[in-house]
Nanobody, 128 residues
């Protein structure tokens, strides 16, 4: 059974930082793009950041560009999201995702399909 498990969420004050982690099990995603999405209360899930299968390129939503860094450790089947200068509007459940198709680019993560994978999410709350 394939699982993506997120960790690192929590409560942080505005201006603070968090590092989210996502570890996959059940299959390797070393040849697949991975990334992050978020869903705030009453809103649709939105793309945040992604990294290509080989780490060769990254892609960010405009809302987090300059404040977020996505990285991965292929040997650990893991992807990370470092978020700095957090704002109350960053409050959301953050989901890890992975493309089912191999040799996928970071940009490919912006369109998820039923063949792709999701984690269960981790809550990030930013207080003002």
């Amino acid at each position: 059974q394939v699982q993506l498990v997120e960790s690192g969420g929590g409560l942080v004050q505005a201006g603070g930082s968090l590092r989210l982690s996502c570890t996959a099990s059940g299959r390797t995603f070393n040849r697949n793009a991975m990334g992050w999405f978020r869903q705030a209360p009453g809103k649709e899930r939105e793309f945040v950041a992604a990294i290509a299968w080989n780490g060769g390129n990254t892609y960010y939503a405009d809302s987090v560009k300059g404040r977020a860094t996505v990285s991965r450790e292929r040997a650990k089947n893991a992807v990370y999201l470092q978020m700095n200068s957090l704002k109350p509007e960053d409050t959301a459940v953050y989901y890890c995702g992975a493309k089912g198709s191999v040799y996928s680019t970071a940009q490919a993560m912006t369109v998820m399909t039923p063949d792709d994978y999701w984690g269960q999410g981790t809550q990030v709350t930013v207080s003002s």
